[in-house]
């Protein structure tokens, strides 16, 4: 009997250590796994490095990315080094003779597993044609560009997602209200004009020797504002980013003097960009503003595949009635998000943590690659 107790015992104790291996073999592997995964994740994000051109929105872009854990590179024309170096944003610094060049260090940048973030100045001296032909990872829809580069297709996408849009003159003899000529591919709005009726405009584009390719809009009397969207495809959703208007030369400066002195000193006006200024809005206008924004991205996928993603942002005058008209598109990061580096009273309300445009595209590739969905945000 005494030996049978014994076995059993043994048997006891040994179904309980082999338990306890079990359950300690387990946890164990389930512990690997864990970690492995979390270096997985850690890995991945550290394995990429966010990279654009050194200009424009190029500090928020890569100080939000360092914020989100990147990596980051800033592709520097030689003489434009200084403030990427001095605000310690890009973790490296490629230098390049001209714009032109960026194409001869685009091995490099694929070798890094760059991801390039496009914005105003690099579609201006790229080319949204030539962009197209980009191998190297980029963020957004290229398609897209196009559709806010050519003022035809523009207007039609915006038409078509339900918006008000100045009126376009295709001559001058049918001018009958104050119109607004401005030349295609004015560099922030340089040269731009005013005219009343045709004969105000003959007389002011004798100033404009050579200049043939402009155009006539009504100039609506009202406030200038730019509203900054961003949509992600991840989880669906729009958000409204922040708002600007521009501090323009010498626009902005014409109002300083005496309307007599403006006639004496006879001003061309103009409206030649040099920052941007924060606003923020009637609370009552923003619902219309969502609405707005959620139609353009639902019209931009009847127009190139995948649609509109990313941040962008609509341009309106609003007149006293509070009627927006919309002038312009531009479908990736504006500079008038620039005054919000540190996050905007919107993004404020939703994410408790600084949060700049540039920082939201880089939390936008973080989750895509957590999610193992890098696809949703290249295009
Ligand atoms: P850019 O090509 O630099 O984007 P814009 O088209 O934004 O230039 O125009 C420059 C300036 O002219 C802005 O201050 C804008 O508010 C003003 N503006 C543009 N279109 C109109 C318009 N239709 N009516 C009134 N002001 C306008």
Not at 147 to 155: I, P
């Amino acid at each position: 009997m005494l030996w049978a107790s014994e076995v059993s015992s043994f048997l006891h104790c040994s179904h309980v250590f082999l338990s306890l291996k079990f359950y300690w073999t387990f946890f164990f592997a389930i512990d690997i796994i864990a970690e492995n995964h979390f270096l997985y994740f850690m890995k991945s994000i550290r394995d990429f490095t966010i990279a654009t051109l050194g200009s424009h929105t190029a500090l928020q872009i890569l100080k939000g990315a360092k914020d989100e854990g990147f990596k980051t590179l800033c592709i520097c024309h030689k003489d434009r080094k200084k403030p990427y170096e001095s605000y310690g944003v890009a973790d490296e610094i490629l230098e390049i003779e001209n714009y032109e060049d960026f194409f001869k260090i685009e091995d490099e940048l694929i070798a890094k597993n760059a991801i390039i973030i496009p914005h105003g100045s690099f579609v201006s001296y790229i080319g949204f044609e030539r962009m197209k032909e980009l191998r190297v990872m980029h963020y957004g829809t290229k398609g897209i560009l196009e559709w806010e580069s050519d003022r035809v297709k523009e207007r039609v996408w915006l038409k078509k997602s339900g918006l008000t849009l100045p009126r376009i003159y295709k001559n001058p003899e049918e001018i009958d209200r104050a119109v607004i000529v401005k030349f295609h591919g004015a560099k922030g709005g340089k040269g731009y004009f005013i005219a009343n009726n045709s004969q105000e405009f003959h007389e002011n584009i004798k100033k404009y020797p050579g200049e043939n390719d402009y155009v006539l809009q009504e100039y609506v009397v009202g406030v200038p504002v730019y509203t900054h969207y961003f949509y992600s495809r991840l989880n669906d959703e729009l958000e409204v980013m922040s708002f600007d208007k521009r501090y323009e030369s010498n626009a902005d400066s014409i109002g300083r003097i005496a309307a007599r002195d403006q006639l004496d000193v006879n001003i061309l006006t103009s409206y030649t960009i040099t920052g941007n200024i924060p606003i923020v809005m009637r609370e009552s206008l923003l619902p219309e503003i969502f609405t707005m924004g959620e139609n353009v991205v639902k019209t931009s996928r009847e127009f190139v595949s995948g649609g509109l993603f990313g941040p962008f942002c609509l341009e309106a005058i609003i007149d006293p009635n509070l009627n927006f008209y919309v002038f312009e598109i531009s479908a990736r990061i504006v500079a008038g998000t620039n005054p919000y580096i540190n996050g905007s009273p919107y993004t404020w309300l939703r994410y408790h943590e600084p949060m700049s445009t540039g920082r939201r595209i880089a939390r936008d590739i973080r989750e895509a690659i957590e999610k193992d969905a890098l696809s949703k945000v290249l295009g």
